[in-house]
């Protein structure tokens, strides 16, 4: 019996600690829940959109324009407040960016937050003469930054993109961003997006890079092209049609259309439109006489869109559209890239990459000098084009 008492007892206990500690826990995790250091939403200012410019001001120690734009916050959703101003732009000149994020605070009656941060306009004459790396340092180091902000330059001053009015989207810096995921997806007119953490882990290893570029037409922006980056400063421009050649070569064109003039007889006569529907591409390296050498191999897959040619569709028709696609894709890549060679002996397709992957022994003993040795490579090329889908037509 006493035995029994004992483990009754010890129960008895073991019950009322285990009572005890849940107790407790409950009572903790009430002073963890909640939101103690919430902010309102209505009480925030929400930051879409940072532009950065070269000063006009005769000041020497100004060194950044910087200009945010302010979203109100019932203009995001689909019931703004008739009368007001979906937007502000308030600029601020400083010797610092952390000085004109300070600044503006003085302006701002709200606490500003930059964790929807969308895009990052940085202007042309900024990233030509100061580059874009001592710029964008604050966004490398604050925790409140988004790492996957976007990256875009500007043709002309960046604040002007953010004053455009396009008539469906009120808030522009909005209206870029999604522009650019546009852009990229559907017409290869432009490179892959950079984001912030993109650009950081990239600079650090000593590409040369391509950022897409804006221009402002009036009350709406042109997105098309891209601008060649080397160490961090802006170094020249390329057209849509140069970016698309680019993305050929990379295998990151996914859709797009290419355009065949086979038997044009005149000017005036149409051509056959060929929609990309995929692409890949290989790069191959190899060491011959102590010089790279690399074989660019193209597939690409699509439909015909438009077909400008005479006569009924036929099988020898399809082959012979299929080898002039392959002539004008290999000759217009080759002659671009024979360009990149030459006039800027920039790397933008990342063939030192492969090289460093493959051929890593001699990569150690170019890569101080790799600009030199790029304008040197023998670079080929074979295109391999495939026509899915052509339609029907009654005659």
Request: hydrophobic share 35%; proline share 3%; aromatic share 8%.
């Amino acid at each position: 019996m006493e035995y029994l008492w004992i483990e009754k007892r010890d129960e008895t206990i073991m019950t009322g600690n285990k009572f005890l500690k849940v107790t407790v826990v409950i009572i903790l995790t009430s002073f963890i829940t909640g939101c103690w250091d919430s902010v309102e939403i209505q009480q925030r200012t929400m930051i879409l959109s940072v532009a950065l410019d070269k000063p006009e001001s005769n000041n020497e120690e100004d060194r950044y324009d910087m200009t945010i734009q302010i979203a109100e916050p019932n203009a995001l959703t689909e019931k703004p407040i008739p009368g007001t101003e979906p937007v502000w732009n308030l600029s601020t000149t400083c010797p610092s960016l952390f000085q004109c994020v300070r600044d503006n605070a003085t302006e701002v009656a709200r606490p500003s937050y930059y964790g929807h941060l969308q895009i990052i306009l940085i202007g042309e004459e900024l990233a030509m003469e100061e580059g874009i790396v001592d710029s964008l340092d604050l966004f490398f180091r604050d925790h409140e930054m988004r790492r996957r902000t976007k990256l875009i330059i500007v043709k002309g001053k960046a604040k002007d993109a953010l004053e455009t009015k396009h008539p469906l989207i009120p808030i522009s810096g909005q209206y870029i961003s999604d522009l650019t995921q546009e852009a990229v997806n559907k017409t290869a007119l432009i490179p892959i997006t950079f984001t912030v953490g993109q650009f950081s882990s990239e600079h650090e290893s000593g590409a040369d890079l391509l950022l897409p570029i804006v221009y402002v037409r009036g009350n709406h922006v042109d997105m098309s092209g891209g601008a060649i980056m080397r160490e961090g400063k802006l170094i020249g421009f390329l057209t849509g049609e140069e970016v698309k050649l680019l993305r050929v070569v990379e295998g990151t064109f996914k859709k797009g259309a290419h355009i065949s003039s086979s038997d044009k007889k005149n000017e005036n006569e149409p051509s056959s439109t060929f929609e990309v529907k995929g692409m890949r591409s290989i790069i191959h390296t190899r060491i011959k006489n102590d010089k790279p050498e690399f074989k660019v191999e193209v597939l690409v897959e699509g439909h015909l869109a438009e077909d400008g040619f005479k006569g009924l569709i036929s099988e020898k028709k399809i082959k012979k559209m299929e080898n002039e696609l392959n002539k004008k894709i290999k000759n217009d890549t080759l002659e671009f890239i024979k360009k990149m060679q030459d006039e800027y002996q920039a790397d933008v397709f990342g063939f030192g990459e492969k090289l460093r992957r493959h051929e890593y022994k001699y990569w150690k003993n170019v890569k101080g000098n790799w600009e030199e040795a790029f304008a040197e490579a023998k670079i080929e090329m074979e295109v391999n084009t495939s026509i899915r889908r052509y339609g029907r037509i009654k005659k």
